[in-house]
């Protein structure tokens, strides 16, 4: 019977403590070169040079062609692609074709492989006589 | 926080001559905010050093916006909003190590002569809890005691309606109670049993 009463007062109890604690803060106080840094920092903001403005006259019209460009790319993928697209149908693979010549195959990856190490033992070589590596 | 109506002219004044172009007027500002920011932005992160470094930062911020400053609300008003957004940006880019609400455990009642100081230890672990809560919880919290319990000014500062923050504080205060079950207020504190929402 009393249980439900002590329970409502503790929770009271507790918000007041809480409320309490919270309001009773310690005041800090600045310091002492706290104000002198700020204001330097201030007078380093007056001094500094203005940002450099965004340079629009040499910046629009390059906008503007690379904004015609895209938008006459837009129409005419539009203009050659939808047409296209509707009589687009998937080839049939032929498998049998596909595993006929592997060795061939082969012999080209083996040789860009090949170029591709000699061009970078070639630009390492030279790097290295230049001393940047 | 300011009712002082000769440090609001002395701010108009102050923020004129700014204008003006008269950068060393700004220290008057700062000789009269310093305390308050400083101490707003220890209870944002309760850390000495970290307080001065974001009321720094707000300083330079309201150097640099206060043409943007359109006298519709007092000085105080604009500086605290801008100061809690500063405060606010620079600890989501560079929190506080900051214990979930869940893991911050009731200091064990004291004993002895040791009772004051076990008192204000665990103070402390509730102080530090409100940075624990959601952030939705936490500012109103913050700004509620920063402004001596006055709702309208925090809820000017915070930019919501007096009712969302009275709601939010609710919420926090509860979530703050089920944290610390075993805290008993000894005596009811009269001079905030009128002022609590």
């Known amino acids: 019977m009393t249980s439900e009463p002590e329970t409502t007062?503790?929770?009271?109890?507790?918000?007041?403590?809480?409320?309490?604690?919270?309001?009773?803060?310690?005041?800090?106080?600045?310091?002492?070169?706290?104000?002198?840094?700020?204001?330097?920092?201030?007078?380093?903001?007056?001094?500094?040079?203005?940002?450099?403005?965004?340079?629009?006259?040499r910046a629009v019209p390059g906008m503007t062609l690379a904004a015609c460009v895209f938008g006459w790319g837009a129409v005419e993928l539009v203009r050659i692609g939808v047409p296209a697209a509707t009589r687009f149908s998937l080839p049939a693979i032929h498998v049998t074709a596909a595993f006929t010549r592997p060795v061939e195959q082969a012999g080209w990856v083996a040789l860009a492989l090949g170029v591709s190490l000699i061009s970078w033992l070639v630009s390492k070589r030279m790097a290295g006589r230049s001393g940047l590596l | 926080m300011n009712a002082n109506p000769k440090g609001a002219a002395e701010d108009l004044a102050d923020v004129a001559r700014v204008l003006a172009g008269e950068?060393?007027?700004?220290?008057?500002?700062?000789?009269?905010?310093?305390?308050?920011?400083?101490?707003?932005?220890?209870?944002?992160?309760?850390?000495?050093?970290?307080?001065e470094e974001l009321a720094q930062e707000a300083f330079i911020r309201a150097w640099r916006g206060l043409a943007a400053w359109r006298r519709e609300s007092s000085f105080s008003t604009w500086l605290f909003a801008l100061a809690?957004?500063?405060?606010?940006?620079?600890?989501?880019?560079?929190?506080?190590?900051?214990?979930p609400i869940e893991d911050i455990s009731e200091p064990a009642e004291p004993a002895g002569q040791l009772v004051e100081a076990v008192e204000r230890e665990r103070y402390e672990v509730v102080?530090?809890?409100?940075?624990?809560?959601?952030?939705?919880?936490?500012?109103?919290?913050?700004?509620?005691?920063?402004?001596?319990?006055?709702?309208?000014a925090a809820a000017r500062t915070l930019g919501m309606p007096e009712g969302t923050l009275k709601a939010r504080l609710s919420r926090a205060r509860s979530l703050l109670a089920q944290r610390f079950p075993h805290l008993k207020n000894e005596v009811a504190p009269a001079k905030f049993a009128g002022k609590a929402v």
């Open chain 2, 84 to 99: 809690a957004n500063v405060f606010r940006s620079e600890l989501k880019r560079f929190p506080t190590v900051n214990l």
């Open chain 2, 127 to 152: 102080r530090s809890a409100v940075l624990a809560l959601p952030m939705r919880y936490r500012e109103p919290v913050i700004l509620f005691y920063f402004h001596e319990m006055d709702v309208s």
């Open chain 2, 23 to 51: 950068a060393r007027a700004f220290e008057g500002i700062v000789r009269r905010w310093q305390g308050p920011l400083i101490n707003m932005a220890w209870r944002y992160c309760r850390d000495r050093g970290r307080a």
């Open chain 1, 9 to 57: 007062n503790d929770a009271q109890s507790r918000s007041e403590k809480i409320e309490k604690i919270l309001a009773r803060e310690e005041e800090l106080i600045p310091s002492s070169g706290f104000l002198a840094s700020v204001m330097e920092r201030i007078e380093d903001e007056v001094v500094a040079p203005p940002p450099i403005p965004f340079p629009w006259k």
